[in-house]
């Protein structure tokens, strides 16, 4: 039965650990994330890939909207048929997602075509190497959304200033319960010790 107690708070501690990690990570990313937004108006970078956020449904259901795509710097000879890339329009800010559907060669330069998963034709225009701004690593779900809300001001204040305090308040009180049982302890040595003495 004492086993089981001691094995049950083991449990209890480890999980707790876990999800104070897992909190302090996910703050730190969101404030990252709106901060360098911010700064440099455009979309945040981690280890020089770029974080876009999907607002369109034309990749579903392979990537869908509200997902974070993770975008890697690519050169253009490396892409291939089948590579999902983010490419800017040529005459306008629209950021676009799409499967390179074909690759053409036109005056000995490469052009795109591409497709959205969820679309039945192929995009009308051929991308020039210039428009493209990196191949899609991977995408995770929802976290765009998340990401989406935290630069708002509601969103800083519910998913990164109000977590962050609790955080900080939560590292506050272990620090505190470590250091009383500490002294608890101590005060419990001096105790033995002095009974040792009284005993000699």
């Known amino acids: 039965m004492e086993n089981n107690k001691s094995a049950m708070k083991c449990v209890k501690k480890w999980t707790g650990n876990i999800f ?15 901060v360098q937004s911010r700064l440099s108006n455009g979309p945040p ?11 369109g449904g034309s990749m579903s259901p392979t990537i869908d909207v509200g997902s974070l795509a993770v975008i890697k710097p690519i050169d253009d000879q490396a892409i291939k048929v089948g590579d999902i890339i983010t490419y800017k329009g040529l005459t306008s800010e629209s ?7 074909k690759i053409l060669s036109i005056d000995g330069e490469p ?16 991308l020039e190497p210039s ?16 990401l989406s809300f935290a630069q708002s001001k509601s969103g800083l204040v519910l998913l ?13 009180r272990s620090v505190v319960s470590i250091i009383r ?20």
Do not use: C
């Open 160 to 172: 990164v200033i109000i977590p962050g305090i609790a955080l900080i308040i939560y590292e506050i």
């Open 111 to 126: 052009k795109f075509i591409t497709r959205g998963d969820a679309n039945d034709v192929d995009d009308p225009t051929p």
């Open 45 to 55: 970078t981690i280890a020089g890939h770029k974080l876009y956020i999907v607002i």
């Open 95 to 101: 950021i676009t997602t799409h499967r390179v559907a």
């Open 181 to 200: 049982k500490m002294k608890l302890e101590k005060i419990h040595n001096i105790g033995i010790d002095e009974t040792t003495n009284v005993m000699e």
């Open 131 to 146: 428009q493209i701004i990196g191949r899609v690593l991977f995408a995770i779900p929802y976290v765009g959304s998340l």
């Open 20 to 34: 104070f990690l897992v909190g302090v990570v996910l703050v730190a990313f969101l404030l990252f994330s709106v």
